[in-house]
């Protein structure tokens, strides 16, 4: 079961991110979030369901206007990319969890791996920042980095690819 800090810190990424819902299960236990709506839902079991509405109503308000400009890029950002995701012989690496996106250990480093970089399976290809510990993400996968499809410091979601590899 999540502790109150853990959830507290959860609705606070969902909030500063520019995603509209998260949900979070474990068990029984389900954590479903949703922004633009004015509340959030939390679930620990399937009969209960806790409201609660987060900090002041100005956060949430003020969310939908501020990551405007960066949603329609990010929508208008992947379609070239498309075409190159859908080739087989590439292999996406992807988050394993809503995070901030770091390309180096930290600002002063060089990049992890860049285009053109070898990789083996237990390569670290970047750092996902959530909830204040640092994870280390690896390629799983023997190959060449073709692309790094998120910019250093970008929020990213579970599941999003963050680079594509020709594996060898």
């Given at each position: 079961?999540?502790?109150?800090?853990?959830i507290r810190e959860i609705i606070?990424?969902?909030?500063?991110?520019?995603?509209?819902?998260?949900?979070?299960?474990?068990?029984?236990?389900?954590?479903?979030?949703?922004?633009?709506?004015?509340?959030?839902?939390?679930?620990?079991?399937?009969?209960?369901?806790?409201?609660?509405?987060?900090?002041?109503?100005?956060?949430?308000?003020?969310?939908?206007?501020?990551?405007?400009?960066?949603?329609?890029?990010?929508?208008?950002?992947?379609?070239?990319?498309?075409?190159?995701?859908?080739?087989?012989?590439?292999?996406?690496?992807?988050?394993?969890?809503?995070?901030?996106?770091?390309?180096?250990?930290?600002?002063?480093?060089?990049?992890?791996?860049?285009?053109?970089?070898?990789?083996?399976?237990?390569?670290?290809?970047?750092?996902?920042?959530?909830?204040?510990?640092?994870?280390?993400?690896?390629?799983?996968?023997?190959?060449?980095?073709?692309?790094?499809?998120?910019?250093?410091?970008?929020?990213?979601?579970?599941?999003?690819?963050?680079?594509?590899?020709?594996?060898?």
């Amino acid at each position: 079961m999540l502790k109150i800090q853990e959830i507290r810190e959860i609705i606070k990424l969902v909030d500063s991110s520019s995603i509209d819902e998260f949900v979070y299960e474990v068990d029984d236990t389900k954590v479903k979030l949703k922004k633009n709506s004015g509340t959030t839902v939390i679930a620990e079991a399937p009969a209960q369901v806790v409201k609660a509405v987060p900090a002041p109503a100005a956060p949430v308000v003020e969310a939908p206007k501020a990551p405007a400009a960066p949603v329609e890029e990010k929508a208008a950002a992947p379609a070239p990319k498309v075409e190159v995701v859908n080739d087989a012989s590439l292999h996406k690496i992807v988050s394993p969890m809503v995070g901030t996106f770091y390309q180096s250990p930290n600002p002063e480093s060089p990049a992890f791996v860049q285009v053109g970089d070898k990789v083996g399976e237990e390569s670290i290809v970047c750092i996902v920042e959530a909830m204040k510990l640092f994870n280390e993400i690896e390629a799983e996968v023997k190959g060449e980095i073709v692309e790094v499809l998120v910019k250093d410091g970008e929020l990213v979601e579970y599941g999003q690819p963050l680079f594509l590899v020709k594996e060898n």
